[in-house]
């Protein structure tokens, strides 16, 4: 599928803008850079006084980012601009690559771009016929069917369930390990089919109830992806990487993302790192919402570093 007639609109922008609140000469971090709609706006905010880094392991999403921030900054405006191919949770390597020691503002959108979404080749989507891949960085190598044909019943159920609370991971599980015996699962329409199966529900014609597939096509991009395991580094580098003042903020797209930054920022708090600036989660207005359902689940949540001592 050719993926760069299909443009991704960021999130929340009015939130981050005013919660992150760039400034001129600042240095911006924005750690999912995807089309480069959040990097654009910062880009303008800090001026051409500012430095602008972003990250990204999805070669394509950096070319259009590149592109976007080249046409839609003036070049009287633009501030440095350093776009690596890197995942966030190697902050700290890339940082010292670049020999900066702190940073102002750092942005993580945690959910994929929607070209990567509609890729078929990718294998994100349970509405599309595809490889069973979900690698978003294809230097990985483990693809999701892998997981599936390898993992045991119970360690397949456990992902199902510890990673989008999947009630029935365990029917789920069994039905995938029988099916298995008979032949590798290659592709997305062999897993909805047997996932279906499993649960006894049809594969099409939903009217509005979320799809049988939908959570263990989560989790299971969420472990070829170690997007736990990434964010959880994330979170642990910021304190260092931040200079007082600095502002961190992370947008989340399910509740299991949401509450591991929730307690990373209250723990911080406690401990006198952070001040917590959204009380609760800053959610897409009803508008927003309505011009870009895929923003509907979107959660941001922002802190503050606190000066050292």
Same mark, same amino acid.
């Given at each position: 599928?050719?993926?760069?007639?299909i443009?991704?609109?960021?999130?929340?922008c009015?939130p981050v803008?005013?919660l992150?609140?760039p400034?001129?000469?600042e240095? @911006?971090?924005d750690?999912t850079l995807?089309h480069?709609?959040?990097a +654009?706006l910062m880009a303008e905010?800090?001026?051409? %006084?500012?430095?602008l880094?972003g990250?990204d @392991?999805?070669e394509?999403n950096?070319e259009?980012?590149?592109r976007r921030?080249?046409?839609?900054v003036?070049?009287?405006r +633009?501030?440095?601009?350093?776009l /690596?191919?890197?995942?966030?949770?190697e902050l700290n390597?890339q940082?010292?690559?670049?020999?900066v020691a702190? @940073?102002d503002?750092v /942005?993580?959108?945690?959910?994929?771009?929607t070209?990567?979404l509609?890729?078929?080749? /990718?294998?994100?989507s349970?509405?599309?016929?595809?490889p069973l891949?979900?690698?978003?960085?294809?230097?990985?190598?483990t %693809?999701?069917a892998?997981?599936?044909?390898?993992m045991?019943?119970?360690?397949l159920a456990?992902?199902?369930y510890n990673?989008s609370?999947e009630?029935?991971?365990?029917?789920i599980?069994?039905?995938?390990?029988?099916v298995?015996h008979?032949?590798r699962?290659?592709r997305t329409?062999?897993?909805?089919?047997?996932?279906?199966?499993?649960?006894?529900?049809?594969?099409h014609?939903?009217? $509005?109830?979320i799809h049988?597939?939908t959570?263990v096509?989560l989790? /299971?991009r969420m472990?070829?992806n170690h997007? @736990?395991e990434?964010l959880q580094?994330l979170?642990?580098?910021?304190p260092?990487?931040l200079r007082?003042?600095g502002?961190a903020?992370?947008?989340?797209?399910h509740? $299991?993302?949401?509450r591991l930054?929730?307690?990373?920022f209250l723990a911080r708090?406690a401990s006198?790192?952070?001040e917590i +600036? %959204?009380?609760?989660?800053m959610?897409?207005?009803r508008?927003?919402c309505?011009?870009?359902?895929?923003?509907?689940?979107?959660?941001? +949540?922002v802190?503050a570093?606190l000066?050292?001592?």
């Amino acid at each position: 599928m050719q993926r760069d007639g299909i443009e991704h609109e960021p999130v929340l922008c009015g939130p981050v803008l005013s919660l992150l609140d760039p400034r001129p000469g600042e240095t @911006v971090v924005d750690a999912t850079l995807g089309h480069g709609g959040h990097a +654009r706006l910062m880009a303008e905010a800090i001026g051409p %006084t500012g430095r602008l880094i972003g990250f990204d @392991v999805d070669e394509q999403n950096i070319e259009r980012a590149r592109r976007r921030l080249e046409h839609m900054v003036p070049p009287d405006r +633009r501030p440095s601009i350093s776009l /690596l191919r890197a995942n966030f949770h190697e902050l700290n390597e890339q940082l010292d690559l670049l020999g900066v020691a702190q @940073v102002d503002v750092v /942005l993580a959108d945690l959910g994929p771009s929607t070209d990567q979404l509609l890729d078929t080749e /990718l294998g994100l989507s349970f509405s599309a016929d595809g490889p069973l891949d979900m690698r978003l960085d294809s230097r990985l190598s483990t %693809t999701a069917a892998d997981l599936v044909n390898a993992m045991g019943e119970n360690d397949l159920a456990d992902l199902f369930y510890n990673l989008s609370q999947e009630r029935f991971s365990r029917r789920i599980a069994r039905r995938i390990c029988k099916v298995r015996h008979e032949g590798r699962i290659w592709r997305t329409s062999e897993l909805v089919r047997i996932i279906c199966s499993a649960v006894g529900e049809p594969a099409h014609s939903r009217a $509005g109830r979320i799809h049988p597939a939908t959570r263990v096509f989560l989790a /299971l991009r969420m472990a070829v992806n170690h997007e @736990v395991e990434n964010l959880q580094s994330l979170l642990g580098l910021l304190p260092d990487r931040l200079r007082s003042g600095g502002r961190a903020g992370i947008i989340s797209f399910h509740s $299991g993302e949401d509450r591991l930054v929730k307690q990373d920022f209250l723990a911080r708090k406690a401990s006198g790192l952070y001040e917590i +600036r %959204t009380k609760k989660p800053m959610t897409p207005s009803r508008e927003e919402c309505a011009s870009n359902p895929r923003s509907r689940s979107a959660k941001l +949540r922002v802190a503050a570093r606190l000066p050292a001592g």
